[in-house]
């Protein structure tokens, strides 16, 4: 999501992601629905798998949600949300603002060339290769942390743009649940998001509230910005999960898109570590979350294309003014 779900495989997020009916989540009744919002120019700030809404309904994490917003608003004026504080998911009380800072600003450090001698490669499949952190995952308890880079065929702003729809993600994504962008701190730009995604092989749900948020580079290179979208956990307590759900954690999510091709392109890099926490064994988590998430850009970037084609991509990345437009 631009909540960045990896739960199946590790937000945000169990990406198992080829085409709609190799993933097995469409049917003759329903392909044509799925495709219709992939391509629409909309977007939405809450996402709920249909059969999954009754569920969803006799849960008290909306309220709870409902209840945090209410005290982010008493604690400061709505222009100036970042103000308010919340609890990280490593127990540090900042605010929101200093959360956002301080992911960015992981997420720029670890995306960079200059941090290739603390990642170790471990595989390449269809022009995505993936990489290891192993001080970073030692220092986790073992969840694994990865960096994944590939060129792709679509704009930065599009990529972007994709990873802040609800429903772009829960449609293209099975395992989702629900997001719920459920608190806009910036407009159109940073939110507090609730997830809820199915591990599958009967494990129990998991789920998190999350700070997601873009940023852009001041400077110009080959075309266009670079692009930053970057996620980490928040709220545990005030917001508690769905009953049977564990509750997980985005220590750390987010990407750097920089621009190929006169900007028509752009080099995508990816770095996450998602604590699941529960019983699923970190050995299989970490042995397929790679692979997974670089589908999951593959499957971006072909939603994307289809988007482009369809003459709708435009008007979907206009609804995001703080990201270069099309």
């Given at each position: 999501c631009g909540v960045p779900v990896c739960c199946s495989s590790g937000l945000p997020h169990a990406h198992r992601t080829?085409?709609?009916?190799?993933?097995?989540?469409?049917?003759?009744?329903?392909?044509?629905?799925?495709?219709?919002?992939?391509l629409s120019a909309s977007i939405t700030e809450v996402y709920i798998k249909p059969e999954h809404r009754s569920t969803?309904?006799?849960?008290?994490?909306?309220?709870?949600?409902?209840?945090?917003?209410?005290?982010?608003?008493?604690?400061?004026?709505?222009?100036?949300?970042?103000?308010?504080?919340?609890?990280?998911?490593?127990?540090?009380?900042?605010?929101?603002?200093?959360?956002?800072?301080?992911?960015?600003?992981?997420?720029?450090?670890?995306?960079?060339?200059?941090?290739?001698?603390?990642?170790?490669?471990?595989?390449?499949?269809?022009?995505?290769?993936?990489?290891?952190?192993?001080?970073?995952t030692a220092a986790a308890g073992g969840d694994g942390y990865f960096r994944l880079s590939g060129e792709l065929t679509v704009p930065a702003s599009l990529m972007v743009a994709l990873l802040l729809d609800p429903s772009k993600t829960g449609y293209m994504d099975p395992t989702v649940v629900t997001i719920d962008f459920f608190l806009e701190v910036e407009a159109r730009k940073t939110w507090l998001a609730y997830w809820n995604q199915m591990p599958g092989y009967g494990f129990s749900w998991r789920d998190a509230v999350d700070l997601t948020t873009f940023d852009v580079d001041e400077a110009p290179i080959g075309g266009g910005s670079t692009l930053f979208q970057a996620s980490v956990s928040c709220c545990e307590?005030?917001?508690?999960?769905?009953?049977?759900?564990?509750?997980?954690?985005?220590?750390?999510?987010?990407?750097?898109?920089?621009?190929?091709?006169?900007?028509?392109?752009?080099?995508?890099?990816?770095?996450?570590?998602?604590?699941?926490?529960?019983c699923m064994p970190k050995a299989l988590v970490n042995a397929s979350v790679s692979k997974v998430l670089g589908e999951y850009m593959r499957t971006m970037e072909g939603v994307g294309l289809r988007m482009m084609a369809a003459g709708t991509a435009k008007d979907f990345v206009a609804q995001f003014p703080g990201l270069p437009q099309l």
């Open positions: 080829r085409s709609l009916d190799e993933m097995g989540c469409t049917s003759s009744s329903n392909t044509a629905e799925t495709e219709a919002a992939l969803i309904a006799k849960s008290p994490t909306a309220s709870r949600a409902a209840t945090l917003k209410a005290r982010v608003d008493a604690s400061t004026s709505v222009a100036n949300r970042g103000d308010a504080t919340v609890v990280r998911w490593d127990g540090v009380e900042l605010t929101i603002s200093a959360m956002r800072a301080e992911i960015l600003a992981h997420v720029r450090e670890q995306t960079s060339p200059e941090a290739k001698p603390s990642f170790v490669r471990i595989g390449s499949e269809k022009g995505i290769t993936w990489e290891q952190n192993e001080s970073l307590d005030e917001v508690g999960s769905l009953p049977g759900a564990v509750r997980a954690a985005d220590r750390f999510f987010g990407y750097r898109f920089e621009p190929l091709n006169g900007g028509n392109g752009c080099k995508g890099t990816l770095v996450c570590q998602t604590s699941l926490r529960g």
